[in-house]
T-cell receptor
Framework: EAGVVQSPRYKIIEKKQPVAFWCNPI?????LYWYRQNLGQGPELLIRYENEEAVDDSQLPKDRFSAERLKGVDSTLKIQPAELGDSAVYLCASSLDRVMNTEAFFGQGTRLTVV | QKEVEQDPGPLSVPEGAIVSLNCTYSNSAFQYFMWYRQYSRKGPELLMY????GNKEDGRFTAQVDKSSKYISLFIRDSQPSDSATYLC??????????FGKGTTLSVSS
């Protein structure tokens, strides 16, 4: 079974430029998460989807970050414009079902460097 | 005060040692407790998943949850150089997203 797939693996952009990350969750997983992991820190939630609905986006900086999950499968996370402080690893995770409280599986992440 | 506290280490042990990793938390509503292992430049990989209190064993790994003390532990027996990684504790309430500790960096020398 394929795991969570993220692309690109690495991205270097200049500040004020836009950037987008893509995530394909494990087949059949209804719940999708985007986390941000700063150097030396644990992952922190940005947004959680149940199917197509964003059910927790309280930590998403909405002035520059946006996300979508069309048809309840793949998801994209966008930053526009990027700032130096956005340099981090962006992790996507998925789990089978919120009600069943199953565990979350992570992708390899996208390492963003803003210069 | 963060909801989940974890000593970042680093922790260095010789091969074959028993390793103890710990986290404390403040939210008594947490019910689901996980340990993830993260190798450099990789995503977190689930190691152990525990519901409520008690112990769970899987090979060389044992997870313990003490809800009365708000304290969880991961023990690694007969540690190997391949165990060198960052270990993240994570926990959540029912139907919510995981909250992670900072991670403990472990180095096992041969």
């Amino acid at each position: 079974e394929a795991g969570v797939v993220q692309s690109p693996r690495y991205k270097i952009i200049e500040k004020k430029q836009p950037v987008a990350f893509w995530c394909n969750p494990i087949s059949g997983h209804n719940t999708l998460y985007w986390y941000r992991q700063n150097l030396g820190q644990g992952p922190e939630l940005l947004i959680r989807y149940e199917n197509e609905e964003a059910v927790d986006d309280s930590q998403l900086p909405k002035d520059r970050f946006s996300a979508e999950r069309l048809k309840g499968v793949d998801s994209t996370l966008k930053i526009q414009p990027a700032e130096l402080g956005d340099s981090a690893v962006y992790l996507c995770a998925s789990s089978l079902d919120r009600v069943m409280n199953t565990e979350a599986f992570f992708g390899q992440g996208t390492r963003l460097t803003v210069v | 005060q963060k909801e989940v506290e974890q000593d970042p280490g680093p922790l260095s042990v010789p091969e074959g040692a028993i390793v103890s990793l710990n986290c404390t938390y403040s939210n008594s509503a947490f019910q689901y407790f996980m340990w993830y292992r993260q190798y450099s430049r990789k995503g977190p990989e689930l190691l152990m998943y525990t519901y409520s209190s008690g112990n769970k064993e899987d090979g060389r790994f044992t997870a313990q949850v003490d809800k009365s003390s708000k304290y969880i532990s991961l023990f690694i027996r007969d540690s190997q150089p391949s165990d060198s990684a960052t270990y993240l504790c994570a926990m959540r309430k029912a139907g919510t997203a995981l909250i992670f500790g900072k991670g403990t960096t472990l180095s096992v020398s041969s």
